[in-house]
């Protein structure tokens, strides 16, 4: 057998010292003993408190150094001024895995951050891991380990099951711990990070990846501590096949100031990180309530192909309820086959065969129609997944039986669809279904949303593409940040076209560029100070003549002049005025946690308004560049809506990866660029950046500038 992980050690320890243990089973130190003797621990506990000889009718050993052997894991159960010197007496005892109850640190202040630091040095010259501090700690019901102070044991211990919890938020995680327990779901492996001065929510997703207990994974997250980590710990989990289901708090003002103060920890930009965390397979949810539906529907480990549902219904109400929430949240619900309408018309006239299947309360008199209207429905229908709306029907006593009979043979016919239920009753009576892998829910949209989830998932791995990510490429920026020419000559070197233009530093040069160029020309002021020229007047469109350009050049002049006189002045830039595309926005902004994101949207009113734009982590490829464009509310106007000629999405995506790739080899000083508009032309006919600005992060650049 391979010697354990110290985050094994952690997690599924053979022995564990508990540090300042308690014989009373409601303080903190005495919670853990209490828990694993009622739970029966496989394992060794050994307390530790210099007080007593004996804790809960267990040998308690006075010091660190008095233990009998170097404990697999240690709880550290004492006051914050005496945790350094416990974790030095740990790991000169040869332990190797500790959880930290004790807070006082990063959450209090600089002095406790840096006491905290202090902490993980510590630990780290003796090759030991460190959960928390300020955490709640870690239970693992298949061994009866509960590494945990948590008050939800009161209630009732944990389920075992295929369910794992990675949460920053002892509480929090505890408590999504207990509701999945109420709700009879089996969750075996609750881990909480707190402080994460070392093991962090990655670590812990990372584990339940490569764990042979642990299929579905629900995490909560106030803040993203190290991001690279999470984004590999997530690929993990998705190659094995593992959803992540995601709660991230902090999306709100308020929200934010109480994860900073709860945890220490800032919180990134909320759209961006639902981006980047979806990207990388993450289900990002808003409710607990969802999280435990979608952890239900997925611990059974059925993931159709096909993200189409179908709904059999003995009440035609709940049949429009449940297609009324698919059509909402973007579930497909086909119709049937023409043929396997009119067969199922033949059965039942008075029914409904189109989608869904209506086999009225005359199912309840004969249990072979609700057989045959679901077979017909998996069968010719096609669908990823059933939904029979049968109330409290199901539940009853008598008809359970029968409706198992009828049911449960299409469950070994079809093992790779969902069949579901949505049903009231005797939880007794509901169990059977679930038993027989009939997944059963009492509310209907909830159930649609669920399913939704999961089918999501089994077409997403379906239809995976597998798209290279591109080396970033170095980028040498200039010292200070760039005016319009200057940025779209650096970007040029990276592959990013504009139209033909002409930077002039006098009415005459402007005049001779207009004329190289070709009317119409635009003409704008060139200065890295002024961003928002047009908004000041320092724009001029559709200059169609020698005299047009004069005039502009001194209007454009003016115009900086009395509205940014102390704005750095490099020329006018003079180019050709392109029409007859899309025009569309992208740009890069610097996230404080994901590095440089990448944002694709049309221009005007769908960024400003509709707020419709899709977002990713860079570098990515020409593939998913055109996955990116395509995912936006609005992608109908660049695909050729109302007899429009295509956009050239090609070009757009081969310029949004190429800007992607430049941002990633740009470095920190990068804070942002804005290519807004980009003219995207009609299909081969090319994409432009008409207009471009570089920022670069000016507290960096007096240190960093070569």
């Not at 094994?8 to 243990?21: E, F, K, N, W, Y």
């Amino acid at each position: 057998m391979s010697e354990p992980s110290l985050i094994d050690r952690l997690i599924a320890p053979q022995s564990v010292a508990v540090i300042g243990a308690s014989e009373d089973p409601t303080r903190i130190g005495g919670r853990p003993i209490a828990a694993m003797l009622k739970a029966g621990y496989k394992g060794r506990i050994l307390p530790v408190n210099p007080k007593r000889d004996t804790v809960q009718g267990l040998p308690c050993y006075g010091t660190v150094e008095d233990l009998p052997e170097a404990p697999d894991a240690a709880l550290i159960a004492v006051p914050a001024k005496l945790v350094a010197q416990t974790i030095e007496a740990l790991g000169r005892r040869g332990c190797k895995a500790a959880t930290l109850f004790s807070a006082g640190f990063a959450e209090t202040g600089a002095d406790g951050e840096a006491a905290q630091r202090d902490l993980v040095a510590l630990a780290g010259k003796h090759g030991m891991r460190l959960l928390g501090p300020n955490t709640l700690g870690v239970y693992n019901v298949d061994i009866g380990y509960y590494g945990t102070f948590s008050s939800s044991l009161d209630t009732g211990f944990p389920l075992p099951g295929n369910i794992g919890i990675a949460s920053q938020s002892g509480a929090f995680g505890a408590h999504l711990g207990a509701l999945a327990r109420d709700q009879g779901l089996g969750c075996s492996v609750l881990i909480t990070t707190g402080n994460e001065a070392d093991i962090t929510v990655a670590d812990a997703i990372r584990w339940m990846a490569g764990s042979d207990s642990v299929d579905v994974i629900c995490t909560y997250m106030e803040a993203v501590n190290d991001a690279p980590a999470l984004l590999k710990a997530l690929d993990e989990a998705r190659a094995a096949g593992k959803p992540v289901l995601a709660l991230k708090s902090g999306r709100s003002a308020v929200g934010a100031r109480a994860a900073a103060s709860h945890t220490a920890s800032l919180t990134g930009d909320a759209v961006v990180a639902d981006a980047v965390l979806s990207d990388h397979g993450a289900i990002i949810l808003r409710d607990p309530e969802s999280m435990m539906d979608i952890a239900y529907a997925a611990s059974k480990k059925v993931f159709p192909r096909r993200h189409t549902l179908g709904v059999v219904t003995v009440s035609g109400g709940a049949g429009i309820v449940a297609s009324d929430e698919a059509e909402r949240i973007g579930l497909p619900m086909p119709a049937m086959p023409e043929a396997a309408q009119a067969r199922l018309l033949e059965v039942l006239p008075y029914a409904s065969a189109l989608n869904p299947l209506d086999c009225t309360a005359q199912a309840l008199n004969e249990p072979a129609l609700l057989e045959q209207f679901t077979r017909a429905g998996l069968e010719e229908g096609g669908y990823g997944a059933v939904l029979c709306f049968l109330t409290y029907v199901a539940g009853s006593e008598k008809l359970s039986k029968v409706i198992l009979e009828a049911i449960e043979p299409l469950r070994a016919t079809y093992p790779d669809r969902i069949i579901a239920f949505c049903a009231l009753g005797d939880p007794q009576v509901l169990r059977r279904y679930d038993e027989a892998g009939i997944l059963v829910f009492s509310d209907p949209c909830r159930a649609v949303r669920a399913l939704d989830a999961v089918l999501r998932l089994g077409s997403a791995h379906a239809s995976a593409p597998k798209n290279r990510t591109p080396a970033p490429i170095a980028v040498q920026l200039p010292a200070t940040s760039p005016d319009e020419t200057e940025a779209k000559a650096l970007l040029a070197k990276a592959g990013i076209v504009a139209a033909p233009e002409r930077a002039v530093q006098s009415a005459h040069e402007a005049v001779n560029a207009a004329v190289e160029i070709g009317f119409p020309v635009v003409m704008k002021i060139l200065s890295p100070d002024i961003l928002h020229k047009s908004d000041i007047g320092a724009v001029k469109l559709d200059i169609k003549d020698e005299n047009g350009v004069r005039a502009a050049h001194a209007a454009i002049l003016a115009a900086a002049q009395t509205h940014a006189p102390d704005a750095r002045i490099t020329g006018v830039l003079v180019a050709r005025q392109l029409s007859g595309g899309v025009e569309c926005l992208m740009g890069i902004n610097r996230d404080a946690t994901f590095g440089p994101v990448a944002v694709f949207g049309l221009g005007g009113i769908f960024v400003e308004l509709l707020n419709d734009v899709a977002l990713r982590a860079c570098p990515f490829g020409p593939e998913t560049a055109r996955e990116m464009i395509l995912s936006i509310r609005s992608a109908a106007i660049l695909q050729g809506a109302r007899g429009a000629a295509p956009a050239d999405i090609d070009a757009l995506a081969n310029m949004l990866s190429r800007l992607s790739v430049f941002a990633a080899g740009a470095g920190d000083r990068l804070a942002s660029i804005d290519l807004n508009p980009v003219l995207a032309m009609p299909e081969g006919q090319g994409a432009y950046a008409l207009d471009a600005v570089i920022e670069l992060d000016a507290k960096k650049e007096a240190s960093d500038a070569h």
